[in-house]
DNA sequence: GTCTATATGCAGATAGAC
DNA sequence: GTCTATCTGCATATAGAC
């Protein structure tokens, strides 16, 4: 019991860490101090600082994409799901704020791995692309593919959280609490923002 | 002169190096390499690593701030800003690809610096907080904040770069030329998705 | 200005006692 | 399982010859 508490408390540290740093910028040292323990027992629970970071990077994303295919597979109304994607994005995001610029380093440090987990995990666009394909040549909402949109919608959705430092300072003066009142409102914002783009009423 | 040429060699590798793999990453034995001079000759035009990478980086962030600027300050109509800055970001972007992940990074790792490096620019957003705010009450456009409305544009201009490797991997069957002509529509799609949200015609 | 060689320090990883 | 002490390697940085 022991020992899994130990393990638990170490991916809770190397969490905060790595996202706090990055796997370049995190020290095995800081994850054993942030764990409350001694570097050499951090590399008896895991042999090396990939592995640790392996774990924990692909153990948050994992919470995220069921939900995802969820919504993909589903058999909601196509603005329902676009809407419900944007809330699942951004409540999910709220918890975990860090995240984006998290797995935009995963993203850009080693891309094979994470493009083979997500399949792996069974996430697949298809589905959703045939979809918008169906809704345009209904004439239901206005002409666009589906890498633009979806880059439409993670972009404004994303945004924010890993702007924030910056986007805070500058439009905010600093204020945390105006951010955070900032951040609450993104969700109806980019819906409605998002609807209006398509040409159907919020 | 041949000391002028070395310098600048020097500082195109790092450019190079330090998109490619971050200020942690970056490895100065990698950026001699690529300038083709060896490291300690790399100190001696550039005493520390932190030095080398705050004039390669603020550097680069110089050459766009001016035309940003020269927008915001100019006498265009509300509408036609609107599509400068998309264009202007846009354009910028297509010639360093990897410069959203560059600065999001430091945007992280050092906000004061940045913030305070924007400001002596002479960026300053005040005064397009107050057109918006015009344009809403005006009844032009629908009512939206300046903040939101930014997060929104520069998240979606920004997005298909910082997401590239993972997007073309999993929209566009990992090929680069589509994802190429995918990126030269962007400017034509993020300006007629914000102009419609807004409502009015592009 | 440019090089080779070296110092210094630190981070990841291991050995071995308890 | 957990610790202290240590090894090994590598990255930044410097010394000093040319």
Redesign the pocket.
């Known amino acids: 019991m ?6 638990e408390k170490i991916i809770q540290a190397a969490q905060q860490v790595f996202i706090r740093k990055g796997m370049d910028g ?5 994850i054993a101090d942030e764990a ?10 895991f ?4 592995q ?1 970071f392996n774990e924990v990077f692909y153990g948050i994303l994992s919470q995220l994409i069921p939900g995802l295919i969820a919504i993909f597979k589903g058999e909601a109304l196509f603005l329902v799901k676009i809407e419900a994607i944007i809330t699942q994005y951004d409540t999910y995001l709220s918890e975990h704020p860090f995240l984006p610029q998290f797995v935009i380093r995963e993203i850009n440090r080693d891309p094979e791995q994470l493009s083979r987990f997500m399949s792996d995990q069974g996430l697949d666009f298809s589905v959703v692309e045939a979809l918008i394909e169906k809704e345009v040549a209904m004439g239901n909402i206005r002409p666009i593919s589906f890498p633009h949109l979806f880059a439409n919608m993670i972009g404004m959705i994303v945004m924010p959280y890993i702007g924030r430092p910056l986007f805070q300072r500058k439009l905010f003066r600093n204020d945390p609490v105006k951010y955070d009142q900032f951040l609450k409102e993104r969700k109806a914002v980019v819906n409605s923002f998002v609807k209006q783009a398509m040409g159907v009423e919020s």
């Open positions: 022991g020992s899994d508490s130990t393990k995190a020290r095995m040292q800081e409350g323990i001694n570097k050499a027992l951090l590399h008896y629970y042999h090396t600082k990939e640790l």
